[in-house]
């Protein structure tokens, strides 16, 4: 079982930025993908982006140039720095790790 705690979100305006951070308890070795996801309708969930540990990353085509994935394993965090923040980014953001969850954290964008 891994635990993953999720804190930074909250409200931003239009052209602000947050930073969402994520903390795992443990490491499975053979996992190396870290990733925040965000809801779709449907109750799906959508990649925002994605980091290996090698620095490798994967993003969203819609926050692609405005947010950045980044991680610090030895603190075992990843974090998501979202900048140019916009109105269609309000949304619940789910950390991911494998098979594990965060419990999400809310993220609103203002006019």
């Known amino acids: 079982q891994v635990q993953l705690v999720e804190s930074g979100g909250g409200t931003a305006q239009a052209g602000g930025s947050l930073t969402l951070s994520c903390t795992r308890d443990?490491?499975?070795?053979?996992?190396?993908?870290m990733a925040w996801y965000r809801e779709i309708p449907g109750d799906q969930r959508e990649l925002v982006a994605a980091?290996?540990?090698?620095?490798?990353?994967r993003y969203l085509d819609a926050v692609k140039g405005r947010f950045i994935i980044t991680r610090d394993d030895a603190k075992m965090t990843a974090f998501l720095q979202m900048n140019d923040l916009r109105p269609e980014d309000t949304n619940v953001y789910f950390c991911?790790?494998?098979?594990?969850w965060g419990q999400g954290t809310q993220v609103t964008v203002s006019t």
């Open positions: 980091i290996q540990t090698d620095g490798s990353t």
């Open positions: 991911n790790y494998f098979n594990y």
């Open positions: 443990r490491t499975f070795s053979e996992i190396t993908a």
